[in-house]
């Protein structure tokens, strides 16, 4: 029987399946993250270490391989973004610069003379300052000895890649976090790299998502306990293949994942649909099917988890999400008249917090966190319906999936059906379709998830509810954030 591995390579944690062709989801696993924080602003990793909490990964999930099997791919795909350097020996040149990085921004000093609002329609991503782009300038102009010195440049993902393949490479989707890749060209943006003093030759190739790297090598299968005859198979980014493998192919679909930053994810049909309207654009099943467009609310989730340690004092993460969900479900529809705005920063929120405890119980605080997170998203999805980019239905995955409760409040508040369909191992499964690509196993993305997506379960707006939450978003959202989506 043959088996593929899907791996997403999260922002806090390495999450892998292990799948046979046939749908039976044999295993799954999951490594945390560790990241370093040497000064103000700044957020690196070990990609030696990085590694070696991949290989733990794979050998955790090919220990459930029964005797019969066989692995006969793995494809990767992630939150990327993170900046590797590696010198003539392929040893590294710094630690890996992780995307949550906030140290100086010198792009506007490197790119004197380019447009960086021009950016967006080069690489499909309007300039953030905290990607590849921003590190690599700040390199430029930092650890000049250091950055000249570097024979490859690369992703977290590529690195992975080189590990196990000895080739250096990138696909296209994955490429558009780089910001050096001309997304609609398919190449290597020229004007970028000569301000940046990179030759082409440094940097991995661009190759089609779904294409086969080759076998991996003898001393990655030591270090994996891969066989030899496993093909390593190029993923895509992390909601681009979380769509493929929740089956949110179509236009009208949207795919809501909720993690660090919550995402929403919309197949469309023409990239400059999600250029116009600033989105983030990957080439997802371009050119033969849809383009994929995604708003973001950066960083949200985090703000939620330093609310919910701010308020809760005692018991691992997981617990205080335990006790977080039941206290909300203790209060009621508009949480008796408590509202939070998590577009604040947490600075402000733990203000409004601290005035609310003296006024509010911590029931009606935590459905109004709920509440206030589903409020920002039905303002986005407003503001895109405006513009053409309709949502029929929602398909939510990631950590707050797992909580019916908040679903549910979402569905209300949306008034949108919403499908839950591989949790938090939505991108590990659409990996896993990759991989199965690559192998032959499938004939493209649809015959994939037909095969092992699985089934999902659907959850409809409360009629009663829907219209109390109308009342409300009228009231005291609609014109406040207005201006949300812009």
């Avoid at 029987?1 to 799948?19: C, E, P, S």
């Avoid at 979380?242 to 995402?263: D, E, I, K, P």
């Avoid at 037909?450 to 999902?456: D, E, T």
């Amino acid at each position: 029987m043959n088996y593929v591995i899907g791996i997403d390579l999260g922002t806090t944690a390495l999450k892998g399946v292990l799948i046979s062709e046939s749908g039976d989801r044999t295993a799954k696993a999951r490594e945390i993250m560790r990241y370093e924080h040497p000064g103000k602003g700044i957020v690196e990793f070990s990609v030696e270490e990085y590694y070696s909490l991949f290989c733990s990964l794979i050998k955790n999930l090919v220990s459930s391989l029964p005797k019969n099997g066989n692995v006969a791919a793995i494809s990767i795909s992630g939150a990327t973004g993170n900046t590797v350097l590696l010198n003539k020996d392929n040893k590294p040149v710094f630690k890996a610069v992780s995307w949550l990085d906030n140290r100086d921004d010198l792009l506007p000093d490197v790119f004197k003379n380019i447009d960086i609002y021009g950016i967006h329609e080069i690489t499909g991503w309007p300039y953030l300052g905290i990607f590849p782009l921003a590190h690599l300038a700040w390199f430029k102009q930092k650890r000049q000895k250091e950055y000249y010195s570097a024979s490859h440049i690369m992703l977290n993902i590529s690195y992975i890649y080189f590990r196990l393949t000895n080739k250096f490479v990138i696909d296209h989707s994955t490429a558009t976090t780089f910001y050096l890749a001309n997304q609609k060209q398919r190449k290597w943006h020229k004007q970028y790299l000569d301000a940046l003093n990179i030759k082409e030759t440094i940097l991995p190739d661009l190759l089609t998502s779904g294409k086969t790297i080759g076998n991996i090598t003898e001393k990655a299968a030591i270090e994996t306990r891969l066989s030899l005859n496993t093909k390593v198979v190029l993923g895509a980014f992390d909601h681009p293949t979380a769509a493929r493998g929740t089956g949110v192919f179509n236009t009208g679909t949207m795919l809501l994942s909720c993690g660090t930053s919550w995402v929403g994810f919309y197949p469309i049909k023409e990239r400059n649909e999600g250029i116009k309207n600033n989105m983030l654009v990957d080439p997802f099943l371009s050119p033969k099917g849809n383009w994929g467009a995604m708003f973001s609310l950066p960083g949200v989730g985090k703000t939620i988890d330093n609310l919910i340690n701010y308020l809760i004092n005692t018991g691992t993460m997981e617990e205080k999400y335990v006790e977080f969900n039941t206290l909300a479900g203790m209060s009621h529809v508009g949480a008796n008249g408590v509202m939070i705005d998590l577009s604040l920063p947490f600075s402000q929120l733990k203000s409004v917090i601290h005035d609310l405890e003296e006024t509010a119980n911590l029931s009606d605080i935590f459905r109004a966190i709920m509440e206030g997170m589903a409020f920002l998203i039905k303002t986005k999805i407003k503001f895109y319906e405006n513009r053409n980019i309709p949502v029929n239905e929602i398909t939510m995955v990631g950590g707050a999936s797992k909580s019916r409760l908040w679903v549910q409040i979402i569905a209300d508040i949306t008034e949108k059906k919403i499908k839950l369909l591989n949790g938090q191992e939505a991108g590990a499964t659409g990996s896993a379709i990759i991989a199965g690509i690559g192998a032959g196993l499938f004939a493209d993305e649809k015959d994939g998830f037909m095969k092992i997506g699985g089934l999902p379960e659907t959850i409809e707006p409360n009629g009663i509810n829907k219209k109390h939450y109308q009342k409300i978003y009228k009231k005291h959202i609609q014109e406040k954030n207005s201006n949300y989506g812009k």
